[in-house]
Protein backbone atom coordinates (compact mmCIF):
# COMPACT_ATOMS: atom_id res chain seq x y z
CA UNK A 1 0.00 0.00 0.00
CA UNK A 2 2.97 2.61 0.75
CA UNK A 3 4.36 1.44 -2.52
CA UNK A 4 1.31 2.40 -4.37
CA UNK A 5 0.86 5.85 -2.27
CA UNK A 6 4.21 6.45 -3.09
CA UNK A 7 4.33 5.77 -6.48
CA UNK A 8 1.31 8.76 -6.86
CA UNK A 9 4.03 11.09 -5.15
CA UNK A 10 6.35 12.77 -6.74
CA UNK A 11 9.18 11.97 -4.39
CA UNK A 12 11.61 15.15 -4.81
CA UNK A 13 8.85 16.66 -3.04
CA UNK A 14 9.18 15.82 0.35
CA UNK A 15 12.25 14.90 2.60
CA UNK A 16 10.66 13.18 4.97
CA UNK A 17 7.50 10.68 5.78
CA UNK A 18 5.97 9.31 8.57
CA UNK A 19 3.55 6.72 8.26
CA UNK A 20 1.53 5.97 11.36
CA UNK A 21 0.35 2.68 11.49
CA UNK A 22 -2.88 2.92 13.72
CA UNK A 23 -4.28 0.29 15.79
CA UNK A 24 -2.78 -1.53 19.56
CA UNK A 25 1.20 -1.73 19.78
CA UNK A 26 1.01 -5.29 18.01
CA UNK A 27 0.28 -4.05 14.71
CA UNK A 28 3.43 -1.58 14.38
CA UNK A 29 5.71 -4.96 14.64
CA UNK A 30 3.60 -7.36 12.45
CA UNK A 31 4.59 -5.54 9.05
CA UNK A 32 7.76 -4.61 7.32
CA UNK A 33 6.19 -0.98 5.95
CA UNK A 34 9.61 0.06 4.22
CA UNK A 35 10.69 2.40 7.24
CA UNK A 36 14.30 2.97 7.53
CA UNK A 37 13.38 3.43 11.33
CA UNK A 38 10.66 2.47 13.85
CA UNK A 39 9.70 4.87 16.83
CA UNK A 40 7.09 4.28 19.58
CA UNK A 41 4.70 6.55 20.99
CA UNK A 42 3.58 5.99 24.12
CA UNK A 43 0.87 8.46 25.80
CA UNK A 44 1.14 8.41 29.64
CA UNK A 45 -2.65 8.27 29.54
CA UNK A 46 -1.41 4.26 28.73
CA UNK A 47 0.23 3.25 31.36
CA UNK A 48 4.04 2.46 32.25
CA UNK A 49 3.24 -1.41 31.48
CA UNK A 50 3.14 -0.93 27.88
CA UNK A 51 6.51 -1.56 27.03
CA UNK A 52 6.38 -4.88 28.88
CA UNK A 53 3.13 -5.59 27.31
CA UNK A 54 3.99 -4.96 24.01
CA UNK A 55 7.50 -6.40 23.79
CA UNK A 56 7.73 -6.03 20.18
CA UNK A 57 7.03 -2.19 19.19
CA UNK A 58 9.60 -1.70 21.46
CA UNK A 59 12.23 -4.24 20.61
CA UNK A 60 11.96 -2.92 16.94
CA UNK A 61 11.95 0.89 17.49
CA UNK A 62 14.53 3.49 17.92
CA UNK A 63 13.28 5.90 19.72
CA UNK A 64 10.05 6.45 22.29
CA UNK A 65 8.30 9.28 22.32
CA UNK A 66 6.37 9.70 25.97
CA UNK A 67 3.95 12.06 25.21
CA UNK A 68 1.25 14.16 26.93
CA UNK A 69 3.80 14.34 29.91
CA UNK A 70 1.33 17.50 30.71
CA UNK A 71 -1.06 15.02 32.00
CA UNK A 72 1.29 13.62 35.12
CA UNK A 73 -0.51 15.50 37.63
CA UNK A 74 -3.81 14.15 36.83
CA UNK A 75 -3.03 10.56 35.86
CA UNK A 76 -1.50 7.35 37.67
CA UNK A 77 1.42 6.99 35.97
CA UNK A 78 5.20 6.50 37.04
CA UNK A 79 7.69 8.10 34.57
CA UNK A 80 10.67 5.88 36.10
CA UNK A 81 9.13 3.04 35.82
CA UNK A 82 8.15 3.62 32.51
CA UNK A 83 11.31 4.51 31.23
CA UNK A 84 12.49 1.53 32.95
CA UNK A 85 10.22 -1.16 31.22
CA UNK A 86 11.44 0.55 27.80
CA UNK A 87 14.95 -0.06 28.65
CA UNK A 88 14.64 -3.94 29.48
CA UNK A 89 12.89 -4.50 26.29
CA UNK A 90 15.54 -1.65 24.09
CA UNK A 91 18.44 -0.84 26.55
CA UNK A 92 19.85 1.51 23.78
CA UNK A 93 15.99 2.90 22.66
CA UNK A 94 16.27 6.59 23.01
CA UNK A 95 13.32 8.73 24.86
CA UNK A 96 11.46 11.87 24.27
CA UNK A 97 9.38 13.13 27.13
CA UNK A 98 7.11 15.54 24.80
CA UNK A 99 3.89 17.45 25.19
CA UNK A 100 2.16 19.21 22.00
CA UNK A 101 0.15 20.96 24.45
CA UNK A 102 3.02 22.89 25.87
CA UNK A 103 5.90 22.10 23.84
CA UNK A 104 8.02 20.45 26.53
CA UNK A 105 10.61 18.02 24.21
CA UNK A 106 9.54 18.96 21.14
CA UNK A 107 13.19 20.63 20.09
CA UNK A 108 15.00 17.95 21.60
CA UNK A 109 13.06 15.45 19.20
CA UNK A 110 12.81 17.44 15.83
CA UNK A 111 16.83 18.00 16.78
CA UNK A 112 16.89 13.78 16.84
CA UNK A 113 15.27 13.86 13.49
CA UNK A 114 17.86 15.97 11.43
CA UNK A 115 20.27 14.33 13.05
CA UNK A 116 19.29 11.11 11.79
CA UNK A 117 18.14 12.70 7.95
CA UNK A 118 21.77 14.57 7.90
CA UNK A 119 23.88 13.22 5.09
CA UNK A 120 21.02 10.83 3.74
CA UNK A 121 18.80 10.70 0.76
CA UNK A 122 15.14 12.70 0.41
CA UNK A 123 12.61 10.30 1.26
CA UNK A 124 13.68 8.37 4.25
CA UNK A 125 10.83 6.52 5.97
CA UNK A 126 9.85 6.60 9.61
CA UNK A 127 6.84 4.99 11.54
Known sequence: MIDRALEAWKNDTFDLLFIENVGNLVCPTSYDLGEEYKIVLLSVT??????????????????????????????????????????????EIEIFETSCLTGAGIPEWLSWIHRQLAGRDAGVLLS
Open 46 to 91: EGEDKPLKYPGAFFKSRAMILNKIDLLPYVPFDMQAARANARRIHP
